[in-house]
């Protein structure tokens, strides 16, 4: 059994079946990121390296994008390309992100995310983090919640604490994704850019009766729920369910369905 994460230069392996990459602005201009050898394995790359490019689709949003593993013998690791189609993908749905690099200066909080997940040896989800995204994400729906309840703010209920804090919210998505764990809704699938880089993220466990801080482990406590499953998940203050409860109730969506 692997220890996970595995961690290398920029990147983190979480699982087996998801990767993290910090992006710098080399990977933009160039199309491309360098991956260690340490972390091959997870792309299905050995350590005897590639006699030619292997082929790979880097799926974002509903788009499919064609991309390539090749060595790169002078530093003894691998490279992995994306067309110019991808990078301008990517800058639409982030135009701050294309900002901060174009320009040269970054006035980013942090360094994006690039996440991977494995669907096949071929086959990569991606999505991209953003600290700049989240904080405002955050901040809009307190505020907006402050707004609708005037006479005591935000009751914090049910680790509504642990929801709000962007740090988790980060590491959340990290892991789980920017899916509904639930329903699977994407919003970028489903709104465009308008969309992109939302999602809730709804804690797992009921707070302490003590109170106290705790250890919030990602993985295991935090779950990203679209907004229509995480409000019926929450809908009586105390009777909440389980996000395992909510899938066993959802009901495929009729109408939708009978669509042509
Ligand atoms: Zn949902
Ligand atoms: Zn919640």
Redesign the pocket.
Known sequence: MMEYPIESFSWEVLSPSVAVKHMDKSAFLHHGTGVPKKIAFFFSLGHEGLEAPRPATLIYGRQRFSAHFQMDTQHSRYRLFWKSDFSGTIENSFPDLHRAYSSGTSDLTEEPLMRFEKLSEHRYMVSFILTDVINADVEEEIHQESQSRPEGGVRAY???RY?RDPANRRRAIAFHGLRCAACGFDFEEAYGIRGAGFI?????KPLAAAGGPQIVDPKTDLAP?CANC?RI??RYRNA?ITVGELKKIIRPNKAMEATP
Request: glycine share 8%; no cysteine.
């Open positions: 049910y680790g509504k929801e809730e993220i709804h804690h797992n729920l995480h998940v929450h909440v």
